[in-house]
């Protein structure tokens, strides 16, 4: 008897899950995973902290959402991801606009500390919630977070030129051996040398135009976006001849 009634439930909460699965990954929600991203920067942010993985600080007002969402994994075991998913955005729909230690998975010294989270009923509504809660699901997930550090720790192995090229586009446009849009850094090189570095620097920080035949495009500025000691390595590598190693 009870065993065909747990059976009859899981049916139905497959069915339900799957139905709202197949339109738009949210139950039925008109958000997309990247509103998940916005609206949980939006909305959550100024207490947990989203990075992955977590910064955390002596004085944070809560648990990053990192350590939430592995927390709540954990305990919300389910036969398939896809139940767990479902039951995990349940969890935050409810939880987020009624709060309770009842209801907490937090450990009691935690939520001591913390102080329980304040309603955010009036602030968000349950489909934003519902999109918020599958991209926290999706996005702090253990798997990809070992892909990020692995990644930050290939980046912290390179030279500091080459950390620039790796995480910024100047590739995109100047492309070794063809210079179709923009000239190549060993073109670059041959012009200036090593005494044009600070206009090479200068070009890099403010952006240059016209200096070059043929290109009609301009460079943008990119010192806003990168510190003073990243122009100084790349620059001084495209000075030195602007050729990566193994050409
Ligand atoms: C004003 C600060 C604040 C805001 C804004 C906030 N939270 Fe929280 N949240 C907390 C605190 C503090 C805790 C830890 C205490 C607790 O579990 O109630 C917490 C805990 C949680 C938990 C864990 C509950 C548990 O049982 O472990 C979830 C899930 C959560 N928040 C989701 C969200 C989401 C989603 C948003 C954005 C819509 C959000 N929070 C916005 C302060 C906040
Ligand atoms: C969207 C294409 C594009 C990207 C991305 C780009 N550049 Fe350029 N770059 C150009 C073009 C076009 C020129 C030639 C502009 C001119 O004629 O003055 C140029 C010129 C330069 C020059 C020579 C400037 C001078 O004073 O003669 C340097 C140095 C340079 N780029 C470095 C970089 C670095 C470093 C990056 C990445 C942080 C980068 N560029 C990203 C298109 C690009």
Not at 51 to 65: D, G, I, L, R
Not at 101 to 109: F, G, L, M, N, V
Not at 149 to 173: A, F, G, M, Q, W
Not at 210 to 232: C, N, T
Request: glycine fraction near 8%; charge should be positive; charged fraction near 30%.
């Amino acid at each position: 008897m009870r065993m065909g009634f747990r059976f009859a439930t899981a049916l139905l909460f497959a069915a339900v899950v799957l139905s709202g699965c197949g339109k738009s990954g949210d139950r039925g929600s008109s958000y997309t995973e990247a509103d998940g991203e916005r609206l949980a920067n939006k909305k959550c942010a100024t207490c947990h902290d989203l990075h992955m993985p977590a910064k955390t600080s002596e004085n944070e007002v809560a648990p990053p959402m990192f350590a939430v969402a592995v927390h709540l994994k954990d305990w919300m075991k389910s036969d398939s991801p896809a139940m767990q998913r479902a039951k995990f955005i349940d969890f935050v729909q409810d939880y987020v606009i009624n709060p309770s230690p009842q209801k907490s998975y937090c450990d009691p010294a935690s939520l001591k500390s913390y102080g329980l989270m304040p309603s955010q009923k009036g602030k968000v509504n349950r489909e934003e919630l519902a999109a918020i809660a599958g991209w926290v699901y999706d996005h702090f997930d253990q798997k990809a977070m070992l892909e990020i550090i692995r990644r930050e720790n290939y980046l912290k192995s390179l030279p500091p030129y080459k950390r620039v090229l790796e995480t910024k586009d100047c590739k995109v446009c100047h492309i070794s051996g063809a210079d179709r849009v923009a000239p190549s850094f060993e073109k670059i090189a041959q012009r200036y040398g090593i005494e044009g570095l600070e206009n090479i620097k200068r070009s890099i920080r403010e952006g240059s135009r016209g200096r070059w035949k043929g290109y009609s495009a301009p460079m943008r500025a990119y010192g806003k976006d990168m510190s003073e000691a990243q122009i100084e390595a790349i620059a001084k590598w495209i000075a030195a001849g602007g050729r990566e190693k193994g050409r």
